[in-house]
């Protein structure tokens, strides 16, 4: 019985792009209900399915068409959520691939968002059924390693530890000199853009915030007035962090870079100036990250509009452009470029 049921346990590669790839690990892990492990891929095991799970970009399609290529045949093919379907929520997206299908044949298709972990066992069991022919499983493969918890420090040390939120309030007025807001336990300090590479590196080296994680930087579009620009700072001792905000108009979207402060700063940068259409001055390497080549307009600025209304939703008729109820259909709002 247990020869039986080790020959017939695909054995799988998941892919995970995704939220949907969550779902997928707790299958693999065996706590799902009813319980069920997924063996996965090894050096010396033969993939037999490989898992699409998550949100497929115009700029990852071809490193899952080479990672397909790469497997040795026959290999199935299954699509994992809705994303991994049809592009999902952000099928309208200017960067998503609508449809994981488009690039690589699927032998079968899981739908939800995401779907539950239950559901990826319903379609592997499935894929046996119809007459996959996996290969023959080691009881080694099906052994899960046990993890134990890493050492944390306790909330009372912690909270000892940390600044409340008026003080890191007041350490960064102290520190950069600018108005600095407290909302929901967040502290944001303004900052010019001539200083926002000082006011980084005082940030990042002051002993009190030790602001020296990089979390991620993002830009608003305050339209018309112009762009602000966001870094979050974050304290791996203190777990506490704040954030750095700075501005530029709308007429000279431009920011010194925080490359050479935070080496991670730079995909992010990229991202950004390609999006809002900001140059990061300093930057080394301000190349396109999502857009392909050539491309000149810049998909999150408010005044841009996506060919969303181009294409009727999936399964599904807008009342806005029906003309039901007596009403005149609304007038399709057709962005730059798109054929009239």
């Given at each position: 019985m247990i020869d039986r049921g080790q020959r017939y346990a695909l054995t799988v590669l998941n892919v995970g792009l995704a939220c949907c790839a969550v779902e997928a690990m707790v299958a693999s892990l065996g706590q799902s209900d009813p319980p069920g492990v997924v063996p996965l891929a090894g050096p010396d095991r033969t993939?037999?399915?490989?898992i699409v799970s998550g949100t497929v970009t115009d700029k990852l399609a071809p490193l899952v068409r080479r990672l397909y290529d790469s497997l040795p045949a026959p290999v199935k093919v299954l699509s994992f959520g809705a994303c991994a379907n049809s592009g999902g929520p952000y099928w309208d997206s200017?960067?998503?691939?609508?449809?994981?299908?488009?690039?690589?044949?699927?032998?079968?298709?899981?739908?939800?968002?995401?779907?539950?972990?239950?559901?990826?066992?319903?379609?592997?069991?499935?894929l046996t059924v119809a007459g996959v022919e996996p290969a023959p499983a080691r009881a080694s493969d099906l052994q899960q390693p046990l993890l134990r918890p890493a050492a944390v420090v306790g909330p009372q040390e912690l909270r000892a530890r940390r600044l409340p939120v008026t003080a890191t309030a007041l350490r960064l007025q102290q520190l950069l000199g600018g108005p600095v807001h407290s909302a929901y336990g967040v502290v944001t300090a303004d900052v010019p853009a001539e200083q926002w590479v000082s006011a980084a590196l005082t940030a990042r080296d002051d002993p009190e915030l030790d602001g020296s994680f990089f979390d991620l930087l993002t830009v608003v579009d305050e339209h018309p007035r112009g762009f602000d620009v966001v870094v979050r700072l974050w304290s791996v001792a203190l777990r506490q962090g704040f954030l750095l905000r700075t501005s530029c108009p709308r007429d000279a979207p431009s920011v010194p870079s925080l490359r050479g402060v935070f080496a991670g700063a730079a995909w992010h940068e990229r991202q950004a100036a390609e999006m809002f259409g900001l140059v990061f001055a300093g930057h080394p390497d301000p190349a396109p990250l999502l857009l392909p080549p050539g491309g000149v307009w810049h998909p999150l600025r408010k005044e841009h509009r996506l060919a969303s209304r181009e294409v009727a939703w999936p399964g599904a008729v807008d009342p806005a452009y029906s003309g039901e109820g007596g009403r005149p259909p609304r007038r399709p709002l057709r962005p730059p470029g798109a054929p009239t």
């Open positions: 993939v037999e399915v490989l200017y960067c998503v691939t609508k449809g994981v299908d488009l690039i690589v044949p699927v032998d079968a298709y899981v739908p939800g968002c995401p779907p539950r972990p239950e559901a990826l066992l319903a379609a592997l069991a499935a």
